[in-house]
């Protein structure tokens, strides 16, 4: 019963941060506009220009940034608990860099593009992301897979498959020309200033399928954190919730880095941050899709804010970096004793 109450106070609170950020978003930025505008162009009365600014600009990247926060927390949650290894998340495990090489090479090799497909536009950018995501995915499932995933099997070889990955962007950004390597270079450090309302309009149906899709989940995924001999003794399939979860943990994290490229740490330090303030047993999809949500909201907000702008995955980084290395000192720790 406490820890249902300290969850939903946890809960409100993290929305009520949403709410306010998101409507701090929309009211300030570089253009000085009175609130009575911002307002009149909320409801539909607003100038196109104004439009342009609270619309286009400031509402639809506030809004994406809690689409993409919400899925890069809940996938890694997913992954986290299927490994049970609180370390474990889409980065290490090499979706995300799988998901940037194929976006890189669109990018900068668009000769290589046009020789698979027949075309090469930067509109390619996005389908490319999710089907290296996914590509990447596949290659590590057939890898680790033994009628069920042992967590350091899929952690070594997430690894392996991740530095491939990343030897690919190498590739690709050592082949290109200024230009091209300077958007790629741009888009790997993670970013929301180019988002459009098409953004959001791909990324909604992720969250809410995500969503959707965790909630049928938690009895199975509650059941995996006991181990699966346990779950399995419970009734529950561990083979099939596994599969369930890494696919469902893949297809959202490959649908946010095609929208905002790969953003760092927030798929590690979400969960864990939800497991601590809710006080679950173990990270929840939803709690830590909120939290990824506040902190890829805050973050964003905080480096449009800088006086030089920064990408907002940079922010992240300085913020997840130093929570990595606590949770390896105390992970070491735990297991020397």
Known sequence: MLVRRRAALWGVGVVAVLVG???????TGTLDLPASRVWATLLGEGSRVDELVVIDRRLVRAVVAVLVGFVLGLSGALTQTV????IATPD????????????????TQPWLVETI???AT???????????GLLTTAAIVGLAWRGGFDGMRLVLVGLGVNAIALALVSWGLMRADLE??????RWLTGSLSGVRTADLWLLLPVVVLAAACSVVLSR???????????????????ARAEAYAVALAVVSVSAATAVAGPIGFVAFVAPQAALRLFGTAGPTPLAAGLVG???????DQTAQRLPVELPVGVVTAVIGAPALMFLLIRYVRRTSV
Not at 83 to 86: D, G, L
Not at 224 to 237: E, F, I, K, N, Q
């Open 21 to 27: 950020t998101t409507l701090f978003a929309v009211f």
């Open 83 to 86: 490994t049970r290894n609180p």
């Open 92 to 107: 290490l495990l090499g979706v995300t860099a799988g998901a940037s090489a194929a976006a890189v090479l669109v990018i």
């Open 117 to 119: 497909t027949g075309t």
């Open 122 to 132: 930067v509109s390619l950018v996005a389908p490319a992301a999710i089907a290296g």
């Open 180 to 185: 091209s390597a300077a958007v790629a270079t």
């Open 220 to 238: 199975d995924l509650g059941a995996l954190r006991l181990g699966r001999d346990v779950a399995a003794s419970l009734g529950t399939r561990p």
């Open 293 to 299: 949500a506040a902190v890829v909201l805050v973050s």
